[in-house]
């Protein structure tokens, strides 16, 4: 069964067709490209009209916000239509990096939210240090409806709980692999498997034996062989779950074999 790598910044790479080639060889079918302003996301939107198991979301990342505009917003939408978008994201609050002011982060992700629930489209969210107020805003703004995934999971169990009551999913990154995560290897555990997606959000978090360097598509099979053993159960199922999960979430294409 081929992997779907549901969260990678293609427009941040190099050589995007070869490393999409390099993918495809590791057994990564899909990948999921996704846009944090209106510039990226259009760049995403043309690689899933040119590259072959390419999908795109649009979005406004936290730490973007301060450019938001409804001229952004009416910009992103028809994006969205016009290159048949998968998610909306990647959205949020960033209250780590804090790059943008918050209380732009929050207009910025409600806007997207509300977009996401016009559009009929799941949500990509982004959470640094702001579990709490990304699942409020999430659930006041009935976002169940559409659902979505917290990409790069970083809380802890009973987050991961939360997350999964409100109808979303975990994405689970190359941060798996690394020595320090026993808690995320635990936590994986008590998530069903219906809930658990693959990513790379490459060129960032490279996963063990890539770490420090650039992150590419193809890595995604590191953090899918690292979520099998942390499950005990085989790379054939958590490919199998992971593959469906993904397909069921975006409304992807069933793929060849
Ligand atoms: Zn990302």
Same mark, same amino acid.
């Given at each position: 069964?081929k992997?779907i790598?549901?969260?990678?910044h ?8 070869a490393?999409?080639?390099r ?5 990564v079918?899909q ?8 510039d990226?996301?259009r760049?995403?939107?043309? &690689? ?5 198991g390419?999908?795109?979301?649009v979005g ?11 001229k ?5 939408k028809?994006?969205?239509?016009t ?6 994201g990647?959205c ?10 918050r ?7 409600a ?6 629930l016009?559009?009929?489209?799941p949500?990509?969210?982004h959470?640094r ?8 805003t999430l ?22 709980? +939360?997350?999964v009551s ?8 190359g941060?798996?692999?690394?020595k320090?995560?026993d808690?995320?290897?635990?936590l994986?555990k008590?998530v ?7 990513? %790379?959000d ?7 034996? !890539?770490?420090?360097?650039?992150n +590419?598509p193809? !890595?995604?099979?590191? %953090?899918?062989?690292a ?12 490919a ?9 979430? &975006? ?7």
């Amino acid at each position: 069964m081929k992997l779907i790598n549901t969260h990678a910044h293609l427009d941040l790479l190099n050589d995007p067709a070869a490393a999409l080639d390099r993918a495809q060889k590791a057994g990564v079918g899909q990948v999921v490209t996704v846009g944090i302003d209106l510039d990226s996301s259009r760049r995403a939107a043309d &690689f899933s009209r040119e590259l072959p198991g390419v999908f795109c979301t649009v979005g406004l990342h936290p730490h973007e916000a301060a450019k938001a505009s409804p001229k952004l917003w009416g910009e992103l939408k028809r994006l969205a239509l016009t290159a048949s978008a998968v998610a909306v994201g990647e959205c949020g609050l960033d209250f780590y990096r804090d790059l943008s002011p918050r209380h732009l982060q929050r207009e910025a992700f409600a806007a997207q939210i509300g977009l996401a629930l016009d559009l009929g489209l799941p949500l990509v969210v982004h959470d640094r240090d702001a579990h709490a107020e990304v699942l409020n805003t999430l659930a006041k703004s009935g976002a169940e409806r559409v659902g979505g995934v917290v990409h790069c999971f970083s809380g802890d169990a009973s987050l991961a709980a +939360e997350v999964v009551s409100l109808g979303f999913s975990l994405g689970i990154t190359g941060v798996i692999t690394y020595k320090k995560s026993d808690e995320l290897r635990s936590l994986v555990k008590t998530v069903p498997l219906t809930k658990l997606l693959i990513e %790379t959000d490459c060129p960032y978090l490279s996963p063990e034996p !890539y770490r420090g360097k650039p992150n +590419e598509p193809a !890595y995604v099979s590191y %953090t899918h062989q690292a979520l099998a053993k942390a499950l005990g159960i085989t790379p054939e199922e958590v490919a199998s779950v992971t593959t469906d999960n993904a397909r069921r979430l &975006f409304s992807l294409p069933h793929m060849e074999d």
